[in-house]
């Protein structure tokens, strides 16, 4: 349920960028609403990326995004940018310059971020499909939070041209619905053809649940029973060795820090712009990183991409929590939740999976709680009509604590 009498368009939506914007009357998404991360370039206009000094210094795009062109010519309706936090450099939903967009399901808490705006757009019925970017989890984090559909693709399956990065080698570009019919919709916009296999193998590891908070137990593990009655088969992840999970989010980390220091070091040292106290530190984290950490980062990504091909083919996914939390309180100290919400998010972006939070459940509060499903790389569209085929078992009741 929509909370509206909450929502603050001003914390959702920037001040720049066209409004009520339609370039076709026909098309599979005619007259959607469209809310679109302040990264994407449109023809014409300037983004921000969620920080003022890069928005005095940016230039006018000479092209939209093809991801953007794409969905405007199935007749979208663009109802804005969305706020983002600084350079998409955070889970939080929480901008230094800009403020946080609230959370409209659940007054006083954050969204989540860093596509915050794109979330809250969609969950106070302000948008349709809220189009943002995931590198460590800025969709699925978000959509978790805000009880949302959303889906962090394959990686490089939709071109980022256009694109405002972050980290090349795990930026993606995703999407947020309050359906799982409107989700798949999009993708069948954005992505490219696949083979839709039949998904018939739900594979599974109880020891990601150690991550969250206990009082959500028993949410996912009804979430997990009633998940199991989708599926033919059901086996338990493998893994090489059982501390593996605890080397997941330090890998992630510095593989991203070291791709972000590559892509914006070089911007920050000439330009010294101004960013919150967070963002600076986590800046100056990346850019203190070293190649012989890279080295051994790379290893741990090298285990995880096995293991995911070992255990996941064409026809199975992967149960797994989305985030340890409903949630959190606005201005709430997350910095150690922020690394068991990277052990779990960290999956798929190593392995360069596809992977869609499913909003099926709330907690005893009423806040907002799901879990996601993952496949392996290129499965897109068969995740997809697999979340859609099983939906309408959650819509027919929210599973509560």
């Known amino acids: 349920m929509n909370n509206n009498s909450h929502t603050n368009k001003n914390a959702i939506f920037c001040d720049h960028g066209p409004t009520q914007w339609q370039t076709s009357q026909q098309g599979n998404l005619l007259n959607q609403r469209l809310a679109v991360k302040d990264l994407f370039a449109v023809k014409g206009e300037k983004n921000s990326a969620g920080n003022p000094d890069w928005f005095a210094k940016a230039t006018t795009a000479q092209q939209s995004a093809s991801s953007i062109d794409k969905l405007m010519a ?11 936090d600084e350079i998409a450099y955070s889970l939080e939903g929480n901008n230094f310059h800009y403020g946080a967009a609230e959370n409209p399901k659940v007054p006083n808490h954050a969204c989540g971020g860093s596509s915050m705006g794109s979330a809250a757009a969609v969950a106070a019925n302000l948008a349709d499909i809220g189009l943002g970017t995931d590198t460590g989890g800025s969709v699925r984090i978000p959509a978790s939070y805000c009880g949302l559909y959303g889906i962090r693709p394959s990686h490089d399956v939709i071109a980022k041209d256009g694109l405002i990065p972050l980290a090349p080698p795990f930026d993606t570009i995703g999407w947020f619905t309050n359906t799982a019919e409107l989700l798949q919709q999009t993708g069948d916009v954005l992505l490219p053809e696949q083979v839709i296999n039949s998904v018939d193998t739900l ?51 510095i593989l991203q820090g070291r791709a972000i220091a590559k892509q914006h070091g070089k911007w920050i040292n000439e330009e010294q712009p101004s960013f919150s106290p967070a963002i600076t530190s986590r800046f100056e984290m990346a850019m203190a990183l070293t190649q012989a950490e890279e080295k051994e980062a790379l290893a741990i990504q090298q285990t995880w991409q096995k293991v995911i091909a070992d255990n996941l083919d064409e026809k199975s996914c992967l149960f797994l929590p989305t985030t340890p939390t409903t949630a959190p309180k606005l201005g709430e100290d997350t910095s150690e939740l922020r690394m068991r919400i990277i052990t779990l998010s960290a999956i798929a972006g190593l392995s360069g999976s596809a992977q869609v939070h499913l909003p099926a459940a709330t907690s005893e509060q ?25 939906s309408n078992e959650y819509n027919k009741g929210m599973v509560n604590e």
Not at 207 to 212: A, K, P, S, V
């Open 203 to 253: 594979v599974i590891h109880e020891g990601l649940f150690e991550l969250i908070d206990p009082k959500l137990l028993p949410v996912i593990q009804r979430l997990l029973e009633q998940t199991k009655a989708q599926f033919t088969h059901h086996k338990k992840l493998v893994l090489p060795q059982t501390n593996i999970l605890t080397e997941l989010a330090d890998a992630f980390r």
């Open 366 to 390: 009423g806040h907002p709680y799901g879990f996601s499903l993952m496949m392996a790389h290129g499965n897109d569209k068969s995740l997809l009509t697999k979340i859609t085929k099983i």
């Open 74 to 84: 199935q007749g979208c309706e663009f109802v804005g940018f969305t706020h983002t």
